[in-house]
């Protein structure tokens, strides 16, 4: 019963993996995959060398933290704030709701964004001139690049990801709560000493997984979003790859730094994962 | 007793307020979650003009189909939803013939090599060969430009084939197996016979996240697909939403002709083609709600 899962996984996944080697390889179009002559670690130093390297990832980096912070903390309120709502039926309801961009597509976003940031004409735009908000191009500005990722991700995720969340709050045991209002805590207060050590142990594993994705950046989303004016904020590790590989043909270099990000995120992962191991016993392995 | 109920029913100023605050705050996160998703809706069937001046707000004015003509008529998203339709159908079945019968057997604790071979699964969750060695991989076994590139290298998605498993091992009881045992069962009878018609949620879960996950695809038809007729309903969208594409009677195009006037219909196409996109997971979401949500907390349970 294992044998196609075992068959797709080992060719899918494993076998790419195995063509890593091109990283250290001159590729060859007559050998193939993994014909070339050996070359060491020369497109890892023509990567760490180049004029491009510092700008890729100061943008991989910085796009990744703040996304990581926003889109790691938002969900936790919600779910604190959802889980305040009395009545079954509005609880589920503003659940429902908040969650629904969850299942649109990275493509239709971006088309939102740029309809509803539109200079002038875009609907957010125009909203945003009721507050003395104008002139800005927010799809074509290097500053306005951030925030807009962030906001749109946020907007579109927080709710799916704060399922989890509420699924951990309505585990607490009830008597906490009766306790918690005999001593005379007050809803802030049960919230800090009640709700949020609650949502610990969820919060630990998610954060060790998020972190193991600390330079993936949405490849589909930012490449969507890209123009030439917002280009010097927005091009990062994994854009840079599919241009000089896909498009570019240079197959060893990208490759090189393919692996590079890759293994910057296991680290991560492992490091986050033996962290959280000590500090509070959690851990994915 | 009662009196101390009603003490603890006894609501302070304070935690008034706080209620008030918090169906406040959510009520407005409620609003910017749906009104956009609204305000495309209703902008697809109004007056472009008036979209355009502001005049729409909260009801459709000066109803005007333009937009949808245009699209109907349109034979490249005819061409991505069926291609889409394909690809999604196939790749989902492929999908649970794969998925499924691994999670059960990887659920049995008797099963000696479980241990290692969900390391062998879970490391491609955290690891992988990178993009370059992939797609020459595929150029190799004829991948590119296939429509099974589509359907075959995504047949095993690690993170649902954990959610299933950990349905199997918490949902189905140990007696349940040793009964059928005696029975004279084997474990693909039990398989099929006892533990697939006890499992309908958890596949509808798998079947509808394996679904929205192909619908969705943009990716692959971008760096494996060359050919325009081949290409998902992603790749299409990507050329009228974004890269402003001319649409078949002229309308659109970024520097488009009428200038100001071009660019009102390009608008509205796009909010009726965000609409026609987006509609058949829109339309299944109300049923499939419980579901999804139901999949995020077996995964939650740590196998």
Known sequence: MLLPAITFTALFAYGPMYGIQLAFREFDFAAGLTGGDW?????????????QFWSLMRNTVYISLTT?????????????????????????????????????????????????????????TRFLEFFGVTGVNFLGSTTAFVPVYVLSEVWQHCGWNSIIYLAALSNVDPQLYEAAKIDGANKLQIIRHVDIPALVPTMVILFILTMGGVLNTGFEKIFLMQNTLNLPISEVISTYVYKIGIVGNQFSYSTAIGLFNTVINFAFLVIANQIAKRVSNTSLW | MLSTLARHRYRTPGDVAFSALVAITLALVVFVT??????VVIASMSSPQLVQSGAVWFLPQGISWFGY???????????????????????TAVN??????????????????????????????????GLIPTYLLYKEIGLLNNMWVFILPTALNVYNLII????????????????????????????????LPLSKAILSVIMLYYLVQHWND?????????????????IVLRDILISNSAFAGGAGGAGGTGGGYGQQYAD?????????????????????????????????VKG
Do not use: C
């Not at chain 2, 199997?168 to 059928?180: C, G, K, R, T, W």
């Open chain 2, 268 to 300: 509205q196409i796009k909010y009726g083609v965000i609409v026609v996109s987006t509609l058949p997971v829109v339309i299944l979401y109300p049923f499939l709600q419980k579901y999804f949500e139901k999949g995020v907390m077996i995964g939650s």
């Open chain 1, 39 to 51: 070359v060491g670690l020369k497109y890892f130093v023509q990567f760490f060398e180049s004029p």
């Open chain 2, 218 to 234: 943009f990716f692959t038809g971008l760096v494996f697909i060359r050919d325009y007729d081949k290409q998902p309903l992603q």
């Open chain 1, 68 to 124: 990581l912070v926003f889109g790691f903390l938002a969900p936790i309120g919600l779910a604190i704030l959802i889980n305040q709502v009395i009545g079954l039926r509005r609880k589920r309801f503003t659940q429902t709701a908040t969650y629904l961009p969850h299942f649109i597509s990275i493509v239709v976003i971006v088309g939102m964004l740029q309809v509803f940031l539109s200079p002038s004409t875009g609907l957010i």
């Open chain 2, 34 to 39: 749906l009104y956009p998703i609204y305000f």
């Open chain 2, 164 to 195: 299933a498993r950990a349905f199997y091992e918490n949902s189905i009881p140990e007696e349940l197996h040793e009964a059928a045992r005696l029975d004279g069962a084997n474990d693909f009878q039990f398989f099929a016979l006892v533990a």
């Open chain 2, 69 to 91: 003509e245009q699209i109907l008529s349109d034979q490249r998203i005819w061409t991505g939803y069926r291609n889409t339709l394909l690809y999604t159908v196939v790749g």
């Open chain 2, 96 to 129: 649970m013939l794969v998925t499924i019968p691994a999670a059960y057997a990887l659920s049995r604790r008797e099963f000696v090599a479980r241990k290692p071979l969900m390391f062998f699964f879970a490391f491609t969750m955290f690891f992988n060969g």
